[in-house]
């Protein structure tokens, strides 16, 4: 069964991993480093995965240098930190 945004984005790091992106492009390597050095420890293949699918629901993009967020991913972002 194919997973929704909405409860996708309630998992755990999802959120957390989005607000990083909120104002700049994240490589890979510094996404490891803000979550490792200012919220805990997260396993690398459940980042990848996650960040595969923020690519697959079109939250966020793919760019040279790292991940960024895409219009959409703007867009839920400014809504949900409007709560």
Request: no cysteine.
């Amino acid at each position: 069964m194919e997973e929704n945004l909405i409860l996708f984005l309630g998992k755990a790091w999802n959120y957390k991993i989005l607000n990083y992106m909120f104002n700049s492009e994240l490589s890979y390597f510094k996404f490891v480093y803000f979550i490792r050095y200012f919220n805990g420890e997260i396993n690398h293949t459940l980042l990848s995965n996650n960040l595969k699918k923020m690519v697959e629901f079109k939250i966020i993009e793919k760019t040279g240098l790292g991940y960024t967020l895409s219009l959409k991913g703007l867009e839920l972002m400014a809504n949900i930190n409007s709560f």
